[in-house]
């Protein structure tokens, strides 16, 4: 499975990052080993979409980080 997902930052700013495994890459999150997410600890998941397909999460995860997608991610995912 890969995994599209969304974090809530301390700063209140949003990730979205794609993944084949959630847990071990939020360990990374939380560990401070993410270059974006590491000054902005502690990280809270909001949301996870699951994809059989590889292409599909990512072409997912590159949408949610587009203008529409953002509104999207807003209205309907957070």
Same mark, same amino acid.
């Given at each position: 499975?890969? &995994?599209? &997902? *969304?974090? @809530? ?21 939380? +560990? ?15 949301? &996870?979409?699951?994809?059989?397909? +590889?292409? @599909?999460?990512?072409?997912?995860? +590159? &949408? ?5 997608? *953002?509104?999207?991610?807003? @209205?309907?995912? *957070?």
């Amino acid at each position: 499975m890969w &995994y599209v &997902y *969304i974090l @809530k930052c301390s700063d209140n700013s949003f990730y979205t990052g794609c993944t084949n495994s959630l847990k071990d890459r939020l360990e990374k999150h939380n +560990k401070g080993q993410v270059h974006y997410t590491k000054d902005k600890l502690p990280i809270e998941l909001i949301t &996870y979409i699951a994809f059989t397909d +590889k292409y @599909k999460a990512y072409n997912f995860g +590159k &949408y949610l980080k587009s203008g529409s997608g *953002i509104a999207f991610r807003n @209205k309907r995912l *957070i």
